[in-house]
């Protein structure tokens, strides 16, 4: 094999295919990239038996061929090439990239080790990908990092329609976003997976800027509720595919439907600043306290004794004469940070109670606003000094 490239090229290529790789394996040949050159293309793919990732990018190929190298070592050497064009190929067991006066030998994987990657779910239909990134990051942070509970660690998708519905709860969090999609039939059967959130997360971020990304999927009703299906990403010249988690998230409906709340409405900007501003003194899992007064303002407080901080911003409360609520501060923070809305509406039961945000435009904020495509639960504090 041999074959011409530019650096950033191939870097980006490299970059792409290795998101699938473990960092660690037990299994050597799972840590490889296999690249394989033909007419006028380098293709390159990673597998690790829970993710799989392909990319096709230009290349002069002088000579087709396969090889497969440590592709960790090879996004290393990638990163610190000099820009030029690059000439790589294959000497026997090993594999040289060649360029700008620098020259890297690898030792060559057997290829005929590496398995076969999965073959791609049935196509479902397309979705906008820079809606589709954003979507991904504003429900991401209300996921779970608990390993011991697999389920609270994916994202929750949902095909219903025109429809595609993500949510991500770690229990005391729970964050929904609905976005329109183009499915390929004209009455496609709703299906409900868990995708694994941190993967879900790297994977729409480098999708951002390919158009449109392809959505097809092999659910667990396909592999007897087992929980073994795949989802496939398809993007321009590149795919990927991830293993479905086993299980669902709770349901939110009953969770979102707030009986009665009093509903409050500030610049969601300034209210974040303030959070930072006043958490500065709080301890550890100490709360940021909010106190919405009916002068048209809410207080914050945090900290406790000697060290204490607070600010007054400017707010609307109805349906209530004031409320004190408090919330996690870094909790509240991410939630806060995953609209794009000049302000957030709260819906507030009261102190260790439910709270359900959503954003709210400049004007008539503290009426009842269009039905939301974004909504963040959180839990207040119960305990308030």
């Known amino acids: 094999m041999e074959f011409r490239i530019e650096r950033g090229a191939l870097a980006e290529a490299v970059a792409w295919a290795a998101r699938s790789l473990p960092a660690r394996s037990p299994v050597p040949v799972l840590g490889g990239l296999l690249l394989t050159a033909g007419e006028g293309r380098l293709a390159l793919s990673g597998f690790d038996y829970e993710a799989s990732a392909y990319i096709e990018v230009a290349a002069d190929t002088g000579r087709a061929g396969q090889a497969l190298v ?38 060559t994987l057997p290829v005929g080790e590496y398995p076969a990657l999965p073959a791609l779910p049935a196509p479902r239909g397309t979705v906008d990908a820079a809606r ?25 998708l949902r095909l219903d329609g025109a429809s595609m519905t993500l949510a991500a709860s770690d229990r ?45 999927l092999n659910g667990p009703a396909e592999h ?10 398809e993007g321009v010249r590149m795919r990927t595919t991830l293993r479905l988690l ?10 979102f439907a707030l009986e009665n709340p009093a509903v409050a409405v500030t610049g969601r900007e300034a209210l974040a600043d303030a959070v930072r501003r006043v958490a500065v003194v709080a301890e550890p899992n100490s709360p940021v306290r909010l106190d919405f007064r009916a002068d048209g303002t809410v207080l914050l407080q945090a900290g406790y004794e000697d060290d204490v901080a607070s600010q007054r911003l400017p707010a609307t409360l109805a349906d209530a004469d004031e409320l004190s609520v408090a919330f996690n501060p ?45 909504r963040h639960l959180l839990m207040s504090v119960r305990q308030l000094s």
Do not use: M, N
């Open 172 to 216: 005391y969090r729970y964050a929904v976003r609905t976005l329109p999609w183009q499915p390929d039939t004209a009455d496609p059967q709703a299906v409900e997976v868990v995708v694994p959130g941190r993967r879900l997360t790297e994977l729409a971020r480098s999708l951002a800027k390919t158009g449109t990304v392809r959505i097809g």
């Open 330 to 374: 870094a909790y509240l923070l991410d939630a806060l940070a995953s609209f794009r809305s000049p302000r957030v509406r709260f819906e507030l039961l009261g102190a260790g109670q439910r709270s359900l945000l959503s954003g709210a435009p400049d004007a008539e904020a503290e009426e009842a606003p269009a039905p939301q495509d974004h």
């Open 70 to 107: 440590l592709g960790r070592r090879l996004l290393d050497i990638c990163k610190v090439l000099p820009e030029s064009t690059l000439t790589c190929a294959t000497e026997g067991a090993r594999f040289t990239v060649e360029g700008g006066g620098t020259r890297f030998g690898l030792s």
């Open 246 to 255: 086993d299980g669902r998230l709770p349901r939110y409906g009953k969770l």
């Open 224 to 233: 007897g509720g087992s929980g073994a299906g795949l989802i496939a990403f």
């Open 132 to 156: 589709f990134a954003e979507a991904v990051a504003q429900v991401a942070i209300a996921a779970g990092r608990d390993e011991a509970l697999p389920v609270l660690t994916g994202i929750q």
